[in-house]
């Protein structure tokens, strides 16, 4: 059955109009889908596998990213932790620099890190290719 292109209209009225007001929302909040970013071409080699939080002494937050290399060679990448207070907002931290690693073909490596401070309640880890 063909749907009206009156109600076709309307319905991508709706669903623009829903979408504008989500677009709207002024709380900046980090969550899980936001917490790995890779350039696009290390995206199609290798994935983040397994995401794990705890609490460190001292309450910290600690973040364990289990990476897995989906390519048939060695991937070299560099990563960066930031870490995120309740406000959304990246904490400073002396020690968040990108660091260089090999990730052998077809293998899971388990890269581990704490927070700084007991202020952080999430993390953001960047990953990119070591020659970008």
């Known amino acids: 059955m063909a749907i009206p292109p009156r109600a076709t209209l309307a319905l991508a009225s709706a669903l623009v109009a829903a979408l504008a ?3 709207c929302k002024t709380t900046n909040t980090v969550t899980s889908t936001q917490r790995i970013i890779t350039d ?3 995206d199609l080699d290798a994935s983040a596998a397994q995401v794990r ?13 289990d990476l897995y290399n989906t390519w048939i060679t060695e991937q070299n990448v560099k990563y960066k ?9 990246v904490l400073p931290n002396a020690t968040s620099t990108w660091v260089g ?9 388990t890269l581990t890190a704490i927070a700084p401070s007991p202020r952080a309640v999430d993390f953001r880890l960047q990953l990119r290719r070591a020659g970008d």
């Open 21 to 23: 007001v989500a677009g």
């Open 40 to 42: 696009p071409i290390l």
């Open 53 to 65: 939080t705890s609490r460190a002494p001292g309450d910290l937050l600690q973040a364990q990213v």
């Open 81 to 89: 932790w930031e870490w995120i207070d309740a406000a959304g907002n």
């Open 101 to 109: 690693m090999n990730i052998a073909a077809k293998q899971t490596t």
